[in-house]
């Protein structure tokens, strides 16, 4: 039989992202039956430049945030209709929780203060606080408000690329990954 200490130790890294995962699914869950409102009709519903790949690949010298739109498109195109966009934006939502958590854990452990088991429930707290903070909603359920959540999603990557590049010294990470992920967070909202 495996001793409680061992099953805890493999536990432990699962436990945590399936409670993030789970909050969000609570949090969020009844997204799925929002409707189009709103921006969403001049940005998606009336707009012929994000119904085909063609229509996207030709307004990409004119228009902005050709990022965003691609995964409007990418949705528009495969379906399944209104359902496919609050998959993607709950799923985006949900990546940068599990970022905010990755990356609060990561700052936060090495700390003289916190003991490691500090820093994991002080990274899991940030994560439950990012993940449940009510200026979130419109971000997850207007699907317009994916703009924000890609944006977020890309520059949070972009920031643990740099960290992990930090820290294993690697410049494929650092001069590659990392600035690649922020002009992705740039082609997604310009606030990045």
């Known amino acids: 039989m495996i001793s409680a200490r061992l099953r805890t130790t493999w536990l432990r890294p699962l436990i945590t992202p399936l409670i993030l995962l789970g909050s969000v699914g609570l949090a969020y869950g009844n997204a799925f039956w929002g409707a189009f409102q709103f921006d969403d009709y001049n940005v998606i519903v009336d707009n012929r430049l994000v119904h ?3 229509a996207w690949a030709g307004d990409l010298p004119h228009g902005i945030r050709p990022l965003l739109k691609a995964t409007y498109t990418l949705n528009w195109t495969l379906g399944p209709g209104l359902l496919g ?5 709950l799923f985006v939502h949900a990546l940068n929780v599990l970022l905010v958590y ?23 707290l940030a994560g439950l606080l990012f993940a ?13 408000g994916r703009s924000t959540s890609l944006m977020t999603l890309f520059y949070l990557g972009s920031l643990w690329a740099y ?3 930090t820290e294993t010294e690697s410049k494929q990470w650092l001069y590659g990954i990392s600035p690649i992920l922020f002009v992705c967070s740039l082609a997604s909202k310009e606030v990045a």
């Open 52 to 54: 085909s790949w063609a």
């Open 85 to 89: 966009f609050h998959l993607v934006n």
């Open 102 to 124: 990755v990356l609060s854990r990561k700052l936060l452990t090495g700390q003289a203060a916190l003991s490691a088991d500090s820093a994991s429930s002080a990274a899991l």
């Open 132 to 144: 449940l903070h009510p200026v979130q909603t419109e971000a997850v359920t207007y699907i317009s």
């Open 163 to 165: 960290v992990r590049g």
